[in-house]
């Protein structure tokens, strides 16, 4: 992430779009902005439903965001990312994110994986069949009702407050910066 950013900084007019207007790119920024809020809605519904029932990490939890995708918070952060790129950066940017979020996070699935295989062997098995690892079916999308599968609760929110801020922030001074 240094790395990437120390990049982006001493190259900034190869990544960011450069002063762009018209219905396009306000049509993406638009569109990077709604998938960051999804993203972070996604993380506090998942973060919070999985505390309030996990019982310490004895449980598998399949109900929630977890009855859609196996990993929400890595979703959340996909969607918070893809916004972010689709905000400020060239188109290409996307690719780079992508086999960067990959090369980060694929491994870290994988490793909770076999932990969760160990821990519920017949129910963890069963579980994957049924959900997919990071990407929803859209089909399950329409066929719930939203609040069973992103349900919210105000203190949800207070454990993902960081973030939330820290994202603005960020987005803020990229704005900024670009001027």
């Not at 049509?27 to 505390?51: D, E, N, P």
């Not at 491994?107 to 959900?131: D, N």
């Amino acid at each position: 992430m240094a790395l990437a950013l120390i990049l982006v900084v001493l190259f900034r007019k190869t990544f960011f779009r450069q002063n762009a207007s018209g219905w396009p790119e306000h049509t993406l920024r638009a569109t990077g902005l709604l998938a960051m809020f999804l993203g972070q809605l996604i993380r506090v519904s998942a973060r919070g439903y999985k505390a309030e029932h996990s019982k310490n990490s004895h449980a598998l939890i399949e109900g929630g965001p977890y009855q859609v995708v196996r990993n929400p918070m890595y979703l959340g952060i996909l969607l918070i990312g893809l916004g972010v790129v689709m905000m400020l950066f060239n188109w290409w940017v996307i690719l780079l994110f992508l086999l960067i979020f990959a090369s980060r996070y694929f491994p870290l699935i994988l490793s909770e994986e076999k932990k969760l295989r160990g821990m519920f062997p017949g129910t963890y098995a069963a579980y994957c069949r049924r959900v997919p690892r990071i990407m929803p079916c859209i089909l399950s999308l329409i066929r719930l009702n939203v609040k069973e599968y992103l349900p919210l609760k105000p203190a949800w929110f207070k454990k993902e407050i960081s973030s939330i801020i820290t994202l603005l922030i960020v987005i803020l001074l990229f704005f900024l910066w670009r001027r």
